[in-house]
């Protein structure tokens, strides 16, 4: 039999409401002194263990990583799924995520989703998130009635869209996003020109590091027309995610007639010449991005939904997570949390006055520690 936890001893000396606040407190605390640093909750918890294993989706076999502490035998649950990152399930951000909730009492298992890691959404990680729900379920010490689906960026196609098919949707008791997307069209803008609109809001952003907007055409060049010059384009796409400042000009014929509209348009970032660019690529593009658009999927989600964002994102505007919010069904009771302390998922702490820390951290601090309890109260 597992050890009992600190956790579980706090249930019995604790209120259910008191000591959640509490846990909620600790990771808020241990996420600011970050992986290296002491704090109470890992002097408060045993370091969690960390086991791999395979999930098999199709003909496929995906890795997972599963990170316990030493839990009661009926043991929430969390699937933790990375977003854009070619490190996957062990991206120290990730790991350091999963260990925290692993040591407020969760079993989680983090998925290494191949699509993410090479900057692709494509229905495939959806199939295996869905595959992850239901591997879960059968591991003795989770509990069933209390299991979640959690994740970053662009990692929320999968989780609306997994949420939203027949086989979990009524086994999933919440689900968690923070810096996600709803509109796939409107985001491909953002990511290029830094323009958002929506939600009563608009403005305009630094547009997203050169390197990733490059990284993401050489994720997604399968969906341009295949061609003779591909693995030259593909060559010329690896060097550019390398060094951003290569110009187009002196390769740019050599590249069919798609290849180099798409050069233009993810080099482009002026915001008046990005209808223009698009247009001829639009017919490429147009069924991903319309696979891949939430808003269709998010009336059939089922779990209470809790949503986070930071309000200076270079990646996603804040107004993406505020529509889906609108697109979710009532009973999801969606949260919706919008914190000015991280710069997309990346912590990103102002202490710069005793001003700042007074109007803007402690206040976004509470609004995140109102996420955290929330999700360990579920």
């Given amino acids: 039999m597992l ?16 000591r959640d606040t509490f846990w909620s407190a600790l990771f808020i605390w241990d996420l600011l002194a970050g992986d290296e640093r002491n704090s109470p909750l890992k002097r408060l918890s045993p370091a969690p263990s960390l086991t791999t294993d395979e999930v098999t989706v199709g003909d496929r076999q995906i890795p997972v990583d599963i990170h316990r502490s030493r839990v009661p ?3 929430p649950a969390i699937v933790l799924c990375h977003g854009f990152a070619h490190q996957g399930n062990r991206d120290p951000r990730i790991i350091g995520i999963c260990q925290r909730l692993a040591r407020t009492g969760f079993v989680v298992l983090a998925p290494d989703f191949p699509l993410l890691k090479n900057y692709r959404l494509g229905l495939e990680d959806v199939d295996a998130l869905v595959a992850c729900v239901r591997h879960l379920q059968f591991l003795p010490e989770v509990d069933t009635e209390r299991v979640g689906v959690t994740g970053f ?21 919440f689900g968690g996003l923070f810096g996600g997307y709803c509109d796939l ?33 050489r994720g997604n060049v399968h ?15 690896d060097k550019k ?16 007639t798609p290849e180099q509209q798409a050069l233009r348009l993810v080099e482009n970032e002026d915001p008046a010449r990005y209808d223009a660019l698009f247009a001829p690529v639009a017919r490429y593009f147009e069924d991903w991005l319309e696979t891949l658009s939430l808003q269709r ?32 069904a009532p009973e ?19 202490w710069r006055s005793l001003k700042s820390l007074v109007c803007d951290v402690m206040p976004d601090l509470r609004r995140l520690w109102g996420l955290i309890y929330r999700v360990i109260r579920a």
């Fill in 3 to 18: 050890e009992k936890s600190p956790r579980h001893w706090a249930d019995l000396f604790l209120l259910k409401a008191p």
């Fill in 297 to 328: 999927y998010a009336p059939g989600v089922r779990a209470r939904m809790l949503i986070g964002h930071s309000i200076v994102d270079p990646v996603i505007p804040f107004t993406e997570s505020m529509s889906l919010a609108r697109c979710l």
């Fill in 185 to 217: 069209r409107r985001t491909l803008r953002y990511v290029l020109t830094g323009v958002y609109e929506g939600e009563g809001h608009h403005g305009k952003v630094e547009p997203l590091r050169r390197q990733d907007r490059w990284k993401f055409l």
């Fill in 332 to 350: 999801t009771r969606p949260c919706v949390a919008i914190i000015g302390l991280f710069a997309h998922v990346d912590l990103n702490l102002n």
């Fill in 223 to 237: 969906l341009l027309p295949d061609s003779r010059s591909r693995d030259a384009y593909v060559a010329f796409l």
């Fill in 241 to 256: 995610i390398e060094d951003p400042s290569l110009t187009l000009d002196p390769i740019l014929d050599s590249f069919t």
């Fill in 153 to 173: 960026s662009f990692a929320s196609s999968l989780i609306v869209i997994g949420l939203s098919r027949p086989e979990i949707r009524d086994c999933v008791s």
């Fill in 73 to 75: 035998s009926s043991a």
